[in-house]
């Protein structure tokens, strides 16, 4: 249904979201753009996705400044997404200005036991592509997910020259990624639905970024939200 359709759509968001949330060593402070698209045979699906991202699909902004980095993102849908990761300290902020449950955030902190058990749900093999995406050398990685009895395969092209950093959502890797992943197609089947969703950098531009962008501390005016059973515990 309808309900069940939006849900399978946040979910890719998030899952998007997280993934791309990464510094680079050799880039440490400064702006990354992506464009992330969504294609499904489903129509109802497809007529959703045409009037949120259009036929060009989302542009997403990526802040980075040592190991803190800030993800920024919106669609009619979800309204204003923010998502603030201090890798350090394995700890990270979502902000969800949302059409349906109004502002919201939720903050985490990552412990090793919670990578150790999510890690085993994770299994990254190398492929044999490689792309070439503003002038790095990405090499093909594949990578199943298998999280509350629902499978997500995802095809990543790494550069090996930027290092990950922990999020929210690529806690799940753990220390399996060794890289930065430029461009990558995730295939998603949630009750009966198939979603393909492709994402690539397209810009990197050095320049100073204020340390009030990776702010740990909820804006007024936002409560928390509760996070989902199964997934990582708030502080």
Do not use: W
Request: charged share 25%.
């Amino acid at each position: 249904n309808i309900q069940n359709m939006k849900k399978l759509v946040l979910l890719s968001f998030a899952l998007v979201f997280g993934l791309m949330t990464f510094a680079q060593e050799k880039f440490e402070e400064g702006k990354i753009k992506m464009t992330q698209k969504m294609t499904t045979d489903n129509e109802q699906m497809k007529a959703m996705l045409k009037q949120m991202m259009g036929e060009e699909g989302m542009q997403i902004t990526m802040y980075i400044k040592g190991d803190k980095s800030r993800v920024e993102m919106n669609n009619p849908m979800s309204g204003d997404m923010t998502f603030i990761a201090h890798s350090d300290e394995r700890k990270s902020l979502m902000l969800m200005d949302n059409p349906y449950m109004g502002k919201k955030y939720t903050l985490t902190n990552v412990s090793e036991e919670e990578m150790d058990e999510l890690e085993e749900n994770v299994v990254i093999e190398e492929g044999t592509e490689v792309k070439t995406i503003l002038g790095y050398e990405c090499k093909e990685h594949i990578v199943t997910v298998s999280q509350d009895g629902a499978e997500v395969k995802m095809k990543m092209f790494i550069t090996d020259k930027i290092a990950p950093v922990m999020t929210q959502q690529t806690a799940m890797l753990g220390d399996k990624l060794k890289g930065f992943p430029m461009y990558m197609v995730i295939d998603m089947n949630q009750q009966g639905v198939e979603m393909t969703v492709t994402a690539e950098v397209t810009e990197l531009s050095k320049e100073e970024v204020p340390d009030g962008k990776f702010s740990l501390t909820p804006p007024e005016g936002y409560s928390e939200m509760q996070v989902p059973q199964g997934q990582l515990q708030k502080n």
